[in-house]
T-cell receptor
Framework: GAVVSQHPSRVICKSGTSVKIECRSL??????MFWYRQFPKQSLMLMATSNEGSKATYEQGVEKDKFLINHASLTLSTLTVTSAHPEDSSFYIC?????????????FGQGTRLTVV | GQQLNQSPQSMFIQEGEDVSMNCTSSSIFNTWLWYKQDPGEGPVLLIA?????ELTSNGRLTAQFGITRKDSFLNISASIPSDVGIYFC???????????FGEGTQLTVNP
């Protein structure tokens, strides 16, 4: 199956700093990437959808200036949490989807556990 | 927005037992997907269903796409300890649209 790699898997940062999370599709071209946030014992909440070369579409209630998404190439999207605060601590997961039929299901990265102290 | 109701929320079973979980939607989906998530990991796709009435197996797992296109179930037969995890259903309106996730079913298998 398609492989999506997310990095880092864990990060601890100080309040007020910014953190960048990378999501790469390793064996296919990802025309669309999705960023999710997941709190403990809850389902995945979609934060934003990004298409290569265009601005991300954010879900209602997600601050685009706080969660900067860049999808500069067909294999890489980044999520930057700016001026992080403890309430931003969560599990962030990306998924990537190509335009071939077998890639219509989004394949997920391993997730990034962000802890803001 | 669309909502998926997934049940049960959690299950505690003995090794060797069969398990069934399901999802229902208030609206129609053209694709149903079932994922498993282990602690600290991203979801992994188990089964994808594309046609109403479709019944698909993947080893001990079997999933069906409901005829009304508003529901799906996942069965796990002869459960083993490594089946422990959270199972999510997800629906997709069209092949390019976003996924809508269920709330998840936490499965615990006692040896």
């Amino acid at each position: 199956g398609a492989v999506v790699s997310q990095h880092p898997s864990r990060v601890i940062c100080k309040s007020g700093t910014s953190v960048k999370i990378e999501c790469r599709s390793l064996d296919f071209q990802a025309t669309t990437m999705f960023w999710y946030r997941q709190f403990p014992k809850q389902s995945l909440m979609l934060m934003a959808t990004s298409n290569e070369g265009s601005k991300a579409t954010y879900e209602q209630g997600v601050e685009k200036d706080k969660f900067l998404i860049n999808h500069a190439s067909l294999t890489l999207s980044t999520l930057t949490v700016t001026s992080a605060h403890p309430e931003d601590s969560s599990f962030y997961i990306c998924s990537a989807r190509g335009d071939r039929e077998e890639n219509t299901e989004a394949f997920f990265g391993q997730g990034t556990r962000l802890t803001v102290v | 927005g669309q909502q998926l109701n997934q049940s049960p929320q959690s299950m505690f079973i003995q090794e060797g037992e069969d398990v069934s979980m399901n999802c229902t939607s208030s609206s129609i989906f053209n694709t149903w997907l079932w994922y498993k998530q282990d602690p600290g990991e991203g979801p992994v796709l188990l089964i994808a269903l594309y046609k109403a009435g479709e019944l698909t197996s993947n080893g001990r797992l079997t999933a069906q796409f409901g005829i009304t296109r508003k529901d799906s179930f996942l069965n796990i037969s002869a459960s083993i300890p490594s089946d422990v995890g959270i199972y999510f259903c997800a629906g997709q309106e069209t092949s390019g649209s976003r996924l809508t996730f269920g709330e998840g079913t936490q499965l615990t298998v006692n040896p």
